[in-house]
C-alpha cells in the first residue's frame, strides 16, 4: 500500500491494449459485454455502475471474479458502443457522477505473487474519464471539488500532473489531470483509497501522526500495522501532513520524522505470501537535512543504537564535493540486529537521509 495511487492495473490493461476479460474470470476469451447484459462477476448494469463509498467496498460490491485481486471495466466492453461507463459513487459528502472509459480496483499490486487465497479486501477504486479540452476538466473538477473534499480553487488553478488529495478518515482521494494530448482530450484520474492512512491496526500505533513502536520486546504484526493477507507494509505520511516514527530501543528513544515506515514478514529464505508470518524487518528514511544536522542527528542516536560518536564521525569524512556516508552496524540486541545507512555529497544546500534497518531474531 503506497502513499501516491498506482494505477498498475489501468497501465496494464492500457499496455494490453484494452480491458478484454479484465472484469471476467480468468480464462478463454469472453466476448464484449452488450448494454443489458450483466456478466457472472460483474458491478456493471445496463452500462452503470454505482458504488457506495460511505463505508468500505466489499469484493463484491467490486464484482470481483473467483480467484482474482482485481477488477477493470473498460467502455465498449462493459457498455455498448463505446459508451462511457455512467459511474455513480456515493461518497459521505455527496455524490459524484462520472462518466468513465475505465474503472479499476485492485487488493494491491496484481501482479505480485501474493495473497493466493484471494482472501483481501479492495484497497483502492481508480475511475478514468476524459474531456475533450483543457477547460472542461478544469471546471468539472472545481464543480466536484466540495463533494471531493479536495482544494477549491478557481477552474484555471487546477493543472496537469498536479494531485489533489485530501484524507477522509478511512478514505483517501486524489485527482490528478493529465497534461493535454495532441489532439487536445485531457484524461482525469480519481483515486479512492480505503485504509490507507487510517484503518484500526495503523491507528493502534499512529496518534497525532506519530507511529510508536516497542522493539524492547519482539514485535508482533499488530506492533508493526501489518494489516492481515500482507507481508509488506509501507506506512507513509498523509499528504501535507508529516509523520515522525518513536522507537523504544533498550538503550533509549529514537525520535524521527520519516518520509516512510516499511516492515515486512517476507525474506529470501522464508516467503510469507499470505501474509501471515511475523515481522522480520523494520526500516525507515528520514526525511532529508542538510549534512550538519544529519550528523547531529546519528550522533544523538547513537547511544541508543549501541554506536560510538567515533563511527558516526568517521562516516561524514571528505572535502567540498566529495561524497560522505557509510553503513554502520549497532549493537545487536536479543530482539534485533540493527544497521544505519546513510550518504550524500558534501557542499551547502544539499540535502540527505539516513535509514535505519532493523532485522528481527526469528
Known amino acids: 500500500m503506497n502513499a501516491r495511487p498506482v494505477y498498475v492495473l489501468a497501465c496494464v490493461i492500457l499496455a494490453l491494449g484494452g480491458c478484454k476479460n479484465m472484469s471476467t474470470s480468468s480464462g478463454a476469451a469472453s466476448p464484449p459485454s452488450t448494454a443489458g447484459s450483466h456478466a457472472p462477476g460483474s458491478a456493471v448494469h445496463n452500462g452503470k455502475l454505482t458504488v457506495d463509498l460511505r463505508r468500505p467496498p466489499s469484493r463484491a460490491d467490486l464484482g470481483y471474479?473467483?480467484?482474482?485481486?482485481?477488477v477493470a471495466y473498460q467502455s465498449g466492453f462493459a457498455t455498448a458502443d463505446g459508451t462511457p461507463i455512467d459511474t455513480t459513487l456515493i461518497l459521505p459528502t455527496g455524490t459524484l457522477r462520472i462518466p468513465a472509459y475505465i474503472v479499476s480496483a485492485d487488493g494491491g499490486n496484481p501482479l505480485a505473487d501474493d495473497d493466493p487465497d484471494h482472501l483481501r479486501p479492495p484497497?483502492?477504486?481508480?475511475?478514468?474519464?476524459?474531456?475533450?479540452?483543457?477547460?472542461?476538466?478544469?471546471?468539472?473538477?472545481?464543480?466536484?471539488?466540495?463533494?471531493l473534499g479536495i482544494t477549491v480553487a478557481p477552474s484555471s488553478a487546477y493543472q496537469a500532473g498536479t494531485d489533489y488529495s485530501a484524507v477522509h478518515d478511512w478514505l483517501s482521494v486524489t485527482v490528478t489531470m493529465q497534461a493535454p494530448a495532441a489532439d487536445g482530450h485531457v484524461d482525469v484520474q480519481y483515486a479512492f483509497h480505503f485504509g490507507l492512512y487510517h484503518n484500526p491496526v495503523r491507528d493502534r500505533i499512529e496518534h497525532d501522526s506519530v507511529l510508536s513502536i516497542d522493539l524492547t520486546r519482539p514485535p508482533s504484526r499488530e506492533d508493526l500495522a501489518l494489516l492481515?493477507?500482507?507481508?509488506?507494509?509501507?506506512?507513509?505520511?498523509?499528504?501535507?501532513?508529516?509523520?515522525?516514527?518513536?522507537?523504544?530501543?533498550?538503550g533509549g528513544v529514537i525520535e524521527r520524522q520519516v518520509v516512510a515506515v516499511t516492515s515486512t514478514s517476507d525474506s529470501k529464505d522464508a516467503p510469507d505470501p499470505r501474509g501471515v508470518g511475523l515481522p522480520r524487518r523494520t526500516s525507515f528514511t528520514t526525511t532529508a537535512t542538510t549534512m550538519d544536522e544529519l550528523k547531529a542527528n546519528?550522533?544523538?542516536?547513537?547511544?541508543?543504537l549501541g554506536l560510538s560518536p567515533e563511527q558516526v564521525r568517521d562516516g561524514f569524512n571528505g572535502g567540498p564535493g566529495q561524497n560522505y556516508g557509510a553503513?554502520?552496524?549497532?549493537?545487536?540486541?536479543?530482539?534485533?540486529?540493527?544497521?544505519?545507512?546513510?550518504?550524500?555529497?558534501?557542499g551547502p544546500g544539499k540535502l540527505n537521509?539516513?535509514?535505519y534497518n532493523f532485522t528481527y531474531h526469528r
Open 65 to 70: 471474479p473467483a480467484g482474482q485481486n482485481f
Open 123 to 147: 484497497v483502492d477504486l481508480v475511475v478514468n474519464r476524459t474531456f475533450g479540452k483543457l477547460a472542461d476538466a478544469q471546471a468539472a473538477i472545481a464543480a466536484d471539488a466540495a463533494v
Open 228 to 250: 492481515p493477507t500482507y507481508s509488506t507494509m509501507d506506512l507513509n505520511p498523509e499528504p501535507g501532513k508529516t509523520l515522525t516514527v518513536r522507537v523504544t530501543l533498550p
Open 298 to 304: 546519528l550522533l544523538a542516536d547513537a547511544a541508543a
Open 327 to 346: 553503513t554502520l552496524q549497532g549493537r545487536p540486541t536479543s530482539v534485533y540486529d540493527v544497521d544505519v545507512s546513510f550518504g550524500g555529497k558534501v
Open 353 to 355: 537521509s539516513a535509514t
